[in-house]
Structure formats: C-alpha cells, structure tokens
C-alpha cells in the first residue's frame, strides 16, 4: 500500500510508522555511539547495558523482575523477536492459537516454524471475544496462544479479566503465551496494560515480545527484545544467533537512553496520540465511515459497507486512485478475505497537518 500511495502520490494512512522526526535525545545518542566507535558485532543477545535498561524498565512500570542475563534477548525488532520465539518453541504440528483479525506476521511466521493456525475470533464492535469459543480452541494439540495487546489493527485492549481466562487457559493445557506488546504505552480513555507474565502463574509460561519501534518512533531502528524465563531463553538466543547475529551495536546504546526515560515521557506519548485518533476519527466519521474507536494502538479500524464497493480491496484501490488516500484492506487481518472485505484500516501516526490533508481529499470527493 504504501508503494501505491507514494506511486499516485496519495497520503499516507496506510503503513504503521510516523511521518514526524524522533525524539531528538535518542538520535543525538546514536549519534554520540557511532562517534565513540560502538560499530562492531555486540554481545550476540544485546549489550549489557540495554539488557540491564529493559529490566530496569519493568521493574519500574510493572513491579516486574527480570533477569538481564539470563532472560533478556536484544533482537532486531519485534518481528524478528516473535519469529525467533515461534521458531525455538513450536515444532511442526504442534497448534497456536491466534486471534482473529491479527497482525499479518504471525501468519507465515507460523509456516517457517510448521506451526498450526487455530483461530479465535475477535467480534466487532468491541473486538472481544467469546470465552468459550476460546476454551475449545485449547487441546492437548495446543503449543502457544498468540496475544497482541494493545491489538494492531483493532485498537482493543485485552481486559485483566481476559488475560486472566488466557493465563488459566495457559495453564491447564500446559501451553505458552506469547505476548505482542509493542504498543504497551499507545493507551487512551483509561485503559490498562496488563502483561500477562505479572499473572500468577505465568512467570515461567509467558514470553514478551516488544520493541523501540513504535514506542519511541524509529520503526527502522529493528532495535527489540524477547523476555522469557531462562530455559526459554536458551533456546531463543541460539535462534536469534543464526537469523542475525545481533541488532545494530551503536543503536542498542542509544536505546539505553530510551528506556531510561521518565513514566512523564509515556504519558506525553499517549496524550498526544490521543489528540491524533479524536482528529481522524472526527474526518472519518465525517466522511461517512462507521469507525471503531480504538482504546489502544495507532489505528481505526472501519467498516466501509455504507459506500457500495464489493470488496476492501476494490475500496483501497479506488481511494488511492480518486481521493489520493492510501489505507490497509481489512482482508490483510483474516485467514479467509471474504472475513474482512467490509473492513478498511487507517494509521494516525502521523503530523496534524498529515492527518489534516487526508481529510481534505476526502472532503473535497471520490468516494
């Protein structure tokens, strides 16, 4: 999508990464690493100083403890951490479950590894899910459940008592869970994130997969991090070791001064994204969209079956190419794309003025 957009010169609300600069501490401190020459092969799982800032980190916003040594994998971004997890875990055969719409990845992730996709439907509009439709996915065939909270592309936030059922879930079929938290301080209107390693009982069955990328806005950094019990562990690093060796040495130092920031700086970040979902969902809904309000993330999740097209696909085509407005086909996010042919993503991780221009087109017509 974002090949098409910058083809017919349309804006940008497809592809998740801001169009505004990062902050300006993290690259004066990545530029202060080249400088001082931190340019050759890390520690294969992460320098010693960041693995010792990410368990600071989560001890300080969570209460929880990790061992930096022996339970923290520095990888190249989260992509490469949920990858390395699924190939270290998952033998050819065994069953994840993943709920459904979900973020593209996981998908092929789950063919490298042999894996098998059992799907949980997340039901709109408040994109939770059935408990018992839950509980009969689980089977003796059940490796690991997939949990992505905040949730890329529906914004749902996973309740403590929806964690709590997985967590219970996880431990009376002796199954992982794998949780996707990349957006863990993108959260509006009072919503919580709840890592479901702190759960009791899910201290050795859970396994954090997280990254800079979205966080602190250098989603090309591929600067993440896998955090997992120590025998977990093992088996993640020595996966991590032959996909790539090691994330990039002189930003693994400058992601220290990233981790390092105040709680202020996580609540900055949420306020002023709040301000950027009310923005879009305003010329969304203006323009005829029925949108679903996100309670966390940086997308909106919208049903476009008002406007007439047979499918999202012919929808997203049509709006790049006669409104100049670039979005995601719902159809991405489902095992079968008649699931989402009503449904259309945007991002709001952009400037004001970005967000701005796109309600401009849409206001000036074509759909």
């Known amino acids: 999508m974002t090949r098409l957009a910058n083809a017919a010169g349309a804006v940008n609300l497809a592809q998740g990464f801001p169009d505004f600069a990062a902050p300006a501490f993290l690259k004066e401190a990545a530029a202060e690493a080249i400088a001082a020459d931190h340019n050759q092969y890390p520690i294969t799982w992460g320098i010693p100083p960041l693995r010792d800032a990410i368990a600071g980190k989560y001890k300080q916003t969570y209460g929880l403890e990790l061992d930096p040594a022996r339970e923290i994998t520095v990888v190249c971004g989260s992509t490469e951490g949920m990858v390395a997890t699924l190939l270290a875990t998952v033998n050819a055969g065994d069953e994840v479950i993943v709920f459904e719409p979900y973020y593209e990845n996981y998908h092929p992730d789950l063919q490298l590894c042999g894996g098998v996709r059992r799907i949980v439907s997340l039901q709109p509009p408040e994109w939770s899910f059935d408990p018992d439709e839950l509980r009969r996915a689980f089977n003796k065939k059940t490796k690991a459940i997939i949990v992505n909270t905040p949730n890329n592309p529906t914004g749902r936030v996973f309740s403590r008592s929806e964690l709590e059922l997985i967590a219970e879930l996880c431990q009376e ?24 390693m702190t759960l009791p009982g899910m201290r050795e069955r859970a396994v954090i997969v997280n990254s800079m990328s979205k966080t602190y806005s250098v989603t090309g950094w591929r600067v993440g991090w896998v955090a ?18 090691g994330a990039a040495t002189p930003l693994q130092y400058a992601g220290v001064a990233a981790l390092r920031q105040p709680a202020a700086f996580y609540g900055h970040l949420a306020v002023e994204y709040a301000a950027r979902r009310d923005q879009l969902l305003g010329i969304l809904t203006g323009a005829g969209f029925r949108c679903f309000r996100p309670a966390g993330a940086y997308y909106v999740m919208t049903d476009i079956s008002d406007f007439g097209f047979t499918d999202d696909r012919s929808f997203v085509r049509h709006l790049i190419n006669h409104v100049g407005l670039a979005a995601v086909p719902g159809s991405s996010f489902f095992s079968r794309p008649e699931l989402g042919k009503h449904f259309v993503r945007f991002c709001f991780c952009k400037k004001p003025e970005t967000l701005a221009a796109a309600g401009e087109r849409l206001a000036a017509g074509g759909l």
């Open 173 to 196: 079929h002796d199954a992982l869970c794998i949780t996707d938290e990349i957006y863990e301080h993108i959260i509006y209107d009072g919503a919580e994130h709840v890592p479901v």
């Open 228 to 245: 997992a019990a120590p025998d977990l562990t093992d088996s993640i690093r020595k996966v991590h070791d032959f996909l790539t060796v």
